[in-house]
């Protein structure tokens, strides 16, 4: 049951002196507690990022986030404060017109009783915690009021009363936007956010062995349905796949300066995305914090983002027309186990913001990937092994210019952490965007393809046949 906004204290263990007032949701459906990027930032915590899988009713994703522990949340009247268990790092709702104020519950005669429990809405208290269930004290009941049909409830939790429901008179001052995922239910039982085909023909033949003919005659343009072809191992194609191959057949070119070219991938329609430039800039300055409070990270960080500058593969982001679309991503840094000294620089592209990320409205594209057995069986093969790798293969081809303020994000003028944050935004296709791969790929064999001519028939094969990703691997008899 997902419960109404509650005011309380949070702070970190033994430092009740430095605590912060933050709304906090309560949600018994969610089974770990999160905490908004803000609060890192006000209770100055730190924690590197870690990936970690959400799972709701728009579907699942892969996201990361820092976790946080050691600390407390206390009732305002500071009768009772709870350890808060490990808290991940998410993007909290933030409805605060929800939030009922001590007039709005005295309009109810059953709840006059608790008015003086609700405090005054607090404009300046964020709401920075979701409590879900691994927290089961936080939501113990210890007291009830209802009243009539459709009337909200009040709940006396320990961190205080909540209420549940419509607190509106006659539903008057409601929200201009609801909260909610249309679930459609297929066929077989499963719901889904997809809507159902219409077009939908179910053939179930109820036939005995009666029911054939043991001498009939097959004839020769028949028996064409049994016939084995080359695709007959081959994985259908979806018609997302279809559509991404037709876009990229029809749009990827070479530009003035000799790059390869790709947009990105829309979905058709195109939704309109949301403007989500200040959840981005938030994260910028708690990113901002953390690079402050360690200074190893913040030289890889700062060594990464120099060779994007000096590659050309980042601009400063013109200013934006009226109403011109755009989209902000979230960057953060993750190490390779192996290589603790380097790190990379994702771009947050499935970061969600009024339940809307950028992956959301690309076409993913067709896996084009070779199978690593057979790149691996062929690289065995001979003798002589050749290996190639292609650095930052994403950033090898260009985004059409009319997208690019579809990769803005911030960062410091002249990557100098003394300077303000400012906008860019990204010319090349960037690793966490969920088309990179595919457009990539596609990429590498067209260069193949246009160069076949002058280069030979062998190296679009090696490059076809023998590419793991931007890994190629074969072996030849003999190293001449």
């Avoid at 930032?41 to 820092?66: D, P, V």
């Avoid at 933030?94 to 104020?101: A, M």
């Avoid at 961190?159 to 239910?185: A, M, S």
């Avoid at 081959?234 to 037709?246: A, P």
Wanted: hydrophobic share 35%; aromatic share 10%; charged share 25%.
């Amino acid at each position: 049951m997902f419960k109404e906004a509650i005011l309380a204290k949070v702070y970190k263990q033994n430092q009740p002196d430095k605590a912060i007032m933050a709304y906090i949701i309560l949600d018994d459906q969610s089974n770990r507690s999160l905490a908004g990027p803000e609060l890192f930032s006000l209770l100055h915590l730190k924690g590197n990022s870690s990936e970690y899988k959400l799972t709701s009713c728009a579907g699942t994703m892969n996201t990361f986030g820092r976790r946080a522990t050691g600390l407390v949340i206390e009732s305002l009247d500071g009768s009772t404060s709870l350890q808060l268990p490990t808290l991940i790092e998410c993007d909290i709702p933030n409805i605060r017109e929800e939030i009922p104020s001590p007039a709005v519950v005295r309009h109810h005669d059953h709840l006059r009783e608790i008015a003086d429990y609700i405090p005054e809405i607090d404009d300046t208290a964020p709401i920075l915690l979701l409590i879900g269930r691994d927290l089961p004290e936080a939501h113990h009941v210890i007291e009830q009021l209802t009243g009539p049909t459709y009337s909200p409830y009040a709940q006396k939790l320990r961190l205080g009363w909540v209420i549940v429901g419509e607190t509106c008179l006659n539903q008057f001052h409601r929200p201009d936007t609801v909260t909610v995922n249309k679930t459609y239910l297929l066929r077989n039982g499963r719901s889904s956010i997809c809507k159902p085909c219409p077009n939908n023909f179910e053939i179930k033949e109820n036939l005995s062995a009666d029911s054939f003919d043991t001498n009939c005659y097959i004839s020769e343009s028949e028996s064409e349905i049994f016939a084995r072809t080359n695709d007959d191992d081959t994985i259908g194609m979806s018609i997302e796949d279809k559509e991404f191959l037709q876009i990229m057949d029809q749009t990827v070119s070479k530009d003035a300066q000799g790059d390869w070219e790709a947009p990105l991938p829309f979905r058709s329609p195109k939704p309109k995305l949301p403007n989500n430039r200040l959840q981005v800039l938030r994260r910028a300055k708690s990113l901002d914090f953390t690079l402050r409070k360690n200074d190893v990270k913040r030289e890889h960080f700062l060594a990464f983002m120099k060779k994007i500058f000096d590659n050309n593969h980042a601009e400063i982001a013109p200013a934006l027309s009226d109403g011109e679309e755009s989209w902000y991503l979230p960057i953060f840094g993750v190490y390779h186990p192996k290589k603790p000294t380097q790190i990379r620089v994702v771009f947050d592209s499935s970061a969600k913001y009024d339940n809307t990320s950028l992956n959301d409205v690309l076409i993913t594209g067709p896996d084009l990937v070779n199978s690593l057995v057979g790149v691996l069986l062929r690289f065995r093969k001979d003798l002589v092994a050749i290996t190639a790798d292609i650095q930052q293969m994403f950033y090898c081809f260009v985004v059409s210019e009319k997208h690019r303020n579809f990769l803005r994000f911030f960062w410091y003028k002249d990557n100098d952490p003394q300077n303000e944050l400012i906008e860019y935004r990204m010319r090349v296709h960037v690793f966490g965007n969920s088309p990179s791969p595919a457009v990539a790929t596609y990429g590498l064999r067209k260069t193949a393809q246009s160069g076949e001519e002058i280069y030979g028939s062998d190296v679009l094969d090696f490059v076809n046949r023998n590419f793991y990703v931007d890994d190629g691997l074969m072996s030849l008899p003999t190293a001449s």
